[in-house]
């Protein structure tokens, strides 16, 4: 609709992922509500408690999670699984983030780790068939003693990956819980449908899309301050500084001309 007409514009889902675009990043602001609202759910839906607790009719063992993605919202339900008193696990083709999980108190799933499973820009990279086939045997091992799945793994542009096949929800137990945020781009099981509850072989699906208006104060309070941010990058002087990184990856349409290459491929 831009295209061809006198108009500059920019879509906060362009922000460069680096230091200085921090304050600015929205994406990262909506998946931490994302990551820790997940978890909320899964607690609410589960039949068990998440903590290990001492009590006069004995012990009750914590609630077993593993989170799919250490990226924002994988760190966050992770964060929050802990705090909830949850025994956690988490799993990520990049090697890199395995220290971040550790330190939030997760044990890293291990399995066979490329170099290069991660773009410049900090998103997970699009692996082939061999590698997608590795990555669900990893996690496959898990599934008999795990409660909940936060699935978060996204690709950037692309149909989100399948980690969990209808044989591997089968090997969970009776009245597991399966929160996918990535639902919006297909899913992570292939049993996800867009906002929908699935409930197949004793296991409860939740295709969840945009859970952070869920938690409206606290999104609208972030979102806003992640545009006020940019806004004043971009119009700081009295002309634009399109040499600027963050101005120019957030620049999308310039004077009618499509800059940003995803976008010009999609409407090409």
Avoid at 22 to 29: C, E, I, K, V, Y
Avoid at 37 to 53: E, G, H, N, Q, T
Avoid at 169 to 182: F, N, Q, T, Y
């Amino acid at each position: 609709m831009l295209k061809g007409k006198k108009v500059t514009a920019f879509d906060m889902g362009f922000v460069p992922r680096i230091t200085r675009a921090q304050s600015m990043d929205a994406l990262s602001s909506m998946a931490t509500i994302s990551g820790y609202k997940a978890v909320i759910m899964s607690a609410d839906y589960l039949r068990k408690m998440f903590p290990l607790m001492m009590t006069a009719a004995g012990t009750v063992t914590p609630a077993n999670v593993l989170i799919l993605g250490a990226g924002v919202a994988g760190l966050q339900a992770i964060a929050t699984a802990k705090r909830l008193g949850a025994k956690v696990s988490a799993f990520d083709p990049r090697a890199v983030v395995r220290e971040q999980v550790e330190s939030l108190g997760a044990r890293f799933v291990e399995m066979e780790m490329p170099e290069d499973a991660e773009t410049e820009g900090g998103y997970a990279k699009e692996m082939g068939d061999a590698f997608l086939k590795k990555e669900q045997e990893a996690i496959a091992a898990h599934l008999k003693k795990t409660d909940v799945v936060i699935t978060t793994a996204q690709i950037f542009g692309k149909k989100a990956p399948i980690l969990i096949t209808e044989e591997m929800v089968k090997l969970m137990p009776e009245g597991s819980v399966i929160i996918d945020l990535a639902a919006e781009m297909g899913g992570n099981t292939a049993l996800t449908e867009k906002n929908k509850i699935v409930e197949k072989h004793g296991v409860r699906i939740e295709g969840v899309t945009n859970l952070p208006a869920s938690v409206p104060f606290h999104a609208s309070q972030m979102y806003s301050k992640n545009i006020t941010n940019l806004f004043k990058l971009i119009f700081n002087e009295e002309n634009i500084d399109w040499d600027d990184e963050i101005t120019k990856g957030a620049c999308v349409v310039k004077d009618g001309v499509i800059v940003n290459s995803l976008v010009e491929k999609i409407v090409g």
